[in-house]
Antibody, heavy 124, light 107 residues
Framework: QVQLQESGPGLVKPSQTLSLTCSVS??????????WSWIRQPAGKGLEWIGR???????NYNPSLKSRVTISVDSSKNQFSLNLRSVTAADTAVYYC????????????????WGQGTTVTVSS | DIQMTQSPSSLSASVGDRVTITCRAS??????LHWYQQKPGKAPKLLIY???SLQSGVPSRFSGRGSGTDFTLTISSLQPEDFATYYC?????????FGQGTKVEIK
């Protein structure tokens, strides 16, 4: 079955760029109409959608983060990545990657496979 | 942005109880609404998609209803493994949003 695994630094300094990678196994990242997404969750708080990208190059982002975020898909490596620039302590969170699959005409896209999450702390 | 508002934010219930969680969208989203369950320290899990369709492997005690702006998630008979936080999420917009979550606790 499809599995996702996040990787990247657990500690990032303020004003620097947070970079994470999600490795996909059990499926080709460029097959079908799937998007690939990043979601984050500060400790004790709810889920915040960061954005999604398609292997074709199209992407959509949370308006509140759009100016600082880039999500890209690398089909040759079967992985996708998140870059979040100019981070502050407010960006400290567990970061999840997820597959965004077209589920039905009536429901559109949903996140049906998730990685286990990786904790990123922004601190000097 | 489409805002998603869940109620209640938390609830206490006993094993065997019927539990209903409500999610309201700030504008009509048809049935582009999904429900997720998250247990502490774990990733969210898709339970229900398109407002009322049960994801494969999810027990039939979970059900969803609604369209437009008002949606519900119902657990017909709460089991010990159902104590968790539940989130709704809209996919009507290309910029998706989650509700703030409803924590279901043991009474």
């Amino acid at each position: 079955q499809v599995q996702l695994q996040e990787s990247g630094p657990g500690l990032v300094k303020p004003s620097q760029t947070l970079s994470l990678t999600c490795s996909v196994s059990g499926d080709s990242i460029s097959s079908g109409s799937d998007y690939w997404s990043w979601i984050r969750q500060p400790a004790g708080k709810g889920l915040e959608w960061i954005g999604r990208a398609h292997p074709s190059g199209s992407a959509n982002y949370n308006p509140s983060l759009k100016s600082r975020v880039t999500i890209s898909v690398d089909s040759s490596k079967n992985q996708f990545s998140l870059n979040l620039r100019s981070v502050t302590a407010a960006d400290t969170a567990v970061y999840y990657c997820a597959r965004v699959k077209f589920l039905t005409v009536a429901g559109g896209y949903g996140m049906d496979v998730w990685g286990q999450g990786t904790t990123v702390t922004v601190s000097s | 942005d489409i805002q998603m508002t869940q109620s209640p934010s938390s609830l206490s219930a006993s094993v065997g109880d019927r539990v209903t969680i409500t999610c309201r969208a700030s504008q009509s989203i048809s049935t582009y609404l999904h429900w997720y369950q998250q247990k502490p320290g774990k990733a969210p899990k898709l339970l229900i998609y398109a407002a009322s369709s049960l994801q494969s492997g999810v027990p039939s005690r979970f059900s969803g209803r609604g369209s437009g702006t008002d949606f519900t998630l119902t657990i017909s008979s709460l089991q010990p493994e159902d104590f968790a936080t539940y989130y709704c999420q809209q996919s009507y917009s290309s910029s998706c949003t989650f509700g703030q979550g409803t924590k279901v606790e043991i009474k």
